[in-house]
């Protein structure tokens, strides 16, 4: 079974930066991508970021230029680097990955950005 454990969540203030984190069980090239999404109360989950294998990025408007998502295949981790954060970035974030037929959820991490 494979697990997605994330960390780095917390409370930043506006203009702040946060990184979190996405350990996985096994060697990311196992996966055809994997990916950053958050949900807000009361809102859908949505995507946020995500990278394939062959190392391509696709963003979301809102957090394009501020988010970069990027992996260490060594330590199978995926990161997502947060800057300028705003208080409409307020959410959990949930790492995802991506095998053929089957996608695999982390537990979820809050980030709330507020003064």
């Known amino acids: 079974q494979v697990q997605l454990v994330e960390s780095g969540g917390g409370l930043v203030q506006p203009g702040g930066s946060l990184r979190l984190s996405c350990a996985a069980s096994e060697s990311i090239f196992r996966f055809y991508a994997m990916g950053w999404y958050r949900q807000a109360p009361g809102k859908q989950r949505d995507l946020v970021a995500r990278?394939?294998?062959?190392?391509?990025?696709n963003y979301a408007d809102s957090v394009k230029g501020r988010f970069p998502i990027s992996s260490d295949t060594a330590k199978k981790t995926v990161y997502l680097q947060m800057n300028s954060l705003k208080p409409e970035d307020t959410a959990v974030y949930y790492c995802?990955?991506?095998?053929?037929?089957?996608?695999?959820w982390g537990q979820g991490t809050q980030v709330t950005v507020s003064s």
């Open positions: 990278i394939a294998s062959g190392g391509s990025t």
């Open positions: 995802k990955a991506e095998r053929i037929g089957t996608p695999y």
